[in-house]
């Protein structure tokens, strides 16, 4: 998670889907990077254990490639959690697809692979998962990253509960939403404000998803009153879990999924 790129677009039409009233369709815990901390973020091995777990959502950060191919990477940079070197958005999926983004984390998962978009959507088909794609573009790459994950995503989802887009970045999400409106997006926001509130009307979201601290009673009699629905990253400590509870926010990032069992709060 990073922060917000300021910018105004145009209003855009919201999703043609439920926010603000009826049942919220997602599951209320959210695995943060497929796993949280207890396998390599964002690889096929994260969303297992996730899914072993319990878990039936999982937030997952995705970028493009020189060439143009959506893949998991939180980093503008490769060198945390993988073996190749320098900028990301500058290698071509051909030469991503090879590097080793498992070393970095245990000896056990030496060798797992970034994995691309296609690979992730083709584990919640099987697996009946639900999915918080945030657009995590390279800078100067707003644009082409909401256009092409959004399109690729419309083109490719087939299961009934459509992926929730959600980013930092208002230029991303408003191309996407230009691409394909039909998908419910949140706007990811480190403090909660009324321009957070003016950007996410403008962009059609269905949701706010704050960092924990930004939501209390004021925030969220605030952002119920403007339609939103909430969430709240990254929820790791039982007292901040209750306390969200009990404000009915109503979703929960985390990376505690062996502490938090994913029924808790449903």
Not at 44 to 49: D, H
Not at 245 to 257: E, F, Q
Request: negative net charge; proline residues 6%.
């Amino acid at each position: 998670m990073n922060s917000a790129s300021a910018s105004h677009p145009e209003p855009v039409q919201p999703a043609a889907w439920p926010a603000a009233s009826g049942d919220w369709p997602y599951p209320h815990w959210i695995a943060h990077r497929g796993a949280g901390t207890l396998a390599p973020e964002n690889t096929l091995a994260a969303f297992a254990l996730g899914h072993a777990h319990g878990y039936r959502m999982f937030e997952c950060d995705v970028r493009l490639s020189a060439d143009g191919q959506p893949f998991l990477l939180h980093d503008d940079r490769l060198e945390r959690t993988t073996d190749g070197q320098g900028e990301a958005v500058e290698w071509r999926w051909a030469e991503l697809a090879g590097l080793d983004a498992g070393s970095w984390h245990s000896p056990r998962h030496a060798g797992e692979r970034l994995p691309s978009l296609a690979d992730v959507v083709e584990f919640c088909r099987e697996h009946d998962c639900a999915l918080n794609v945030e657009l995590k573009p390279a800078p100067g790459d707003e644009a082409r990253t909401g256009r092409e994950v959004a399109a690729r995503l419309a083109r490719s989802w087939t299961l009934a509960l459509p992926p929730l887009l959600s980013s930092f970045s208002v230029a991303a999400l408003a191309a996407a939403a230009g691409v394909a409106p039909q998908l419910p997006r949140g706007l990811l926001l480190e403090a909660f404000s009324d321009e957070g509130l003016g950007a996410a009307r403008r962009l059609g979201c269905v949701a706010l998803i704050c960092e924990q601290r930004a939501w209390d009673v004021s925030t969220v009699r605030q952002a119920r009153a403007a339609g939103f629905r909430l969430l709240a990253y990254t929820v790791d400590e039982d007292g901040e879990a209750a306390r969200l509870l009990a404000l009915g926010v109503d979703g929960l990032i985390t990376d505690r999924i062996d502490h938090f069992p994913a029924s808790v709060g449903a």
